[in-house]
């Protein structure tokens, strides 16, 4: 389950930069040649890159989860002993899943609502709000999910006696591990 939420996360992620690079650099950059060549826009970039922005966040906060790069400060909860800090961060997920959830329920109601009254964006594009506003629901509903899973994953883990599986899947890596993976202060071993 870990390693589909990871893969569908990953994807996510790339479309967000996709969207974000098709959504937002491309069509600005037709409208500033265009502001160039016959002095004005012809795409309404403002308009799109904002689309493309919500759609990025929402579809890259899955990705955020599963690879906990989610701001946390952890300061305090480093030195409890183990059992605390899995309680702790165990906690701090649920936080996280509760706030997915409210994000996807309230992005959900923008959506309905939109689609209830056929709204339109009120430029010249006239783009139809729930086309954008899908793709920001299915990135948060995909938040959701992967948030709301990884606390009741990593709570079967600790049923089971399983915990490093569960601080895997909710612990934040500690300093040295982060060295380790991003590459720093190997060379110095090495030596």
């Given at each position: ?49 904002g689309?493309?922005?919500?759609a ?7 990705y ?24 702790v961060?165990?906690?701090a ?31 010249t ?10 793709i ?10 992967v ?45």
């Open positions: 389950m870990r390693d589909l939420t990871q893969t569908v996360s990953r994807w996510f992620a790339w479309l967000a930069g996709a969207v974000i690079l098709f959504g937002c650099a491309l069509p600005i950059s037709i409208d500033v040649i265009s502001r160039a060549i016959i002095g004005r826009t012809i795409v309404e970039s403002f308009e799109i890159a689309y493309a922005l919500a990025c966040i929402g579809l890259g906060m899955g955020t989860v599963t690879s906990k790069a989610n701001v946390r400060v952890d300061i305090l909860t480093a030195r409890l002993p183990r059992g605390l800090r899995l309680a961060d165990l906690i997920s649920l936080a996280l899943a509760v706030t997915a959830f409210a994000f996807a329920y309230y992005t959900f109601d923008v959506l309905a609502e939109s689609w209830r009254l056929g709204a339109r964006s009120v430029s594009l006239q783009v139809p709000l729930i086309l954008p506003q899908s920001w629901w299915i990135g948060f509903a995909w938040f959701a999910t948030a709301c899973l990884t606390p009741i994953l990593a709570f079967i883990r600790l049923l089971s006696r399983d915990m490093d599986g569960a601080e895997a899947l909710i612990s934040n890596p500690d300093l040295m591990d982060e060295m380790k993976e991003s590459g720093i202060g190997t060379k110095d071993r090495a030596s």
